[in-house]
């Protein structure tokens, strides 16, 4: 089993910036693809970034290209997203997750292991 658990979230305003940490236990870090997703009241949960086990390709949707970054860091076994000029519409439940495929796409599908989620909210 791998545990996922993720820290950062918060109560932020408009045009800030924010930091969320995922830190995986259970399984090698390396076996997984990590991704971040999130989720507002009353939709689906949508993709955000993902970074690939094979060949570290490093993919954005479109609402947070240029906005958001995703890195990981291996010895700590820990994936970030750091997000910057945040927006009201960014305010969702943001979900750390792992694949176990070496290049997953953004179907949550694709990601067989969760974590609890974490609260970020942006005051206009």
């Known amino acids: 089993q791998v545990q996922l658990v993720e820290s950062g979230g918060g109560l932020v305003q408009t045009g800030d910036s924010l930091s969320l940490s995922c830190a995986a236990s259970?399984?090698?870090?390396?076996?997984?693809?990590m991704g971040w997703f999130r989720q507002a009241p009353g939709k689906e949960r949508m993709f955000v970034a993902r970074i690939t086990r094979i060949g570290g390709g490093i993919y954005y949707s479109d609402s947070v290209k240029g906005r958001f970054t995703i890195s990981t860091d291996n010895a700590k076994a820990t994936v970030y997203l750091s997000m910057n000029n945040l927006k009201p519409e960014d305010t969702a439940v943001y979900y750390c997750a792992a694949a176990l495929r070496g290049s997953p796409s953004s179907n949550p599908s694709d990601y067989g292991y969760w974590g609890q989620g974490t609260q970020v909210t942006v005051s206009s």
């Open positions: 259970g399984r090698p870090f390396s076996w997984f693809s």
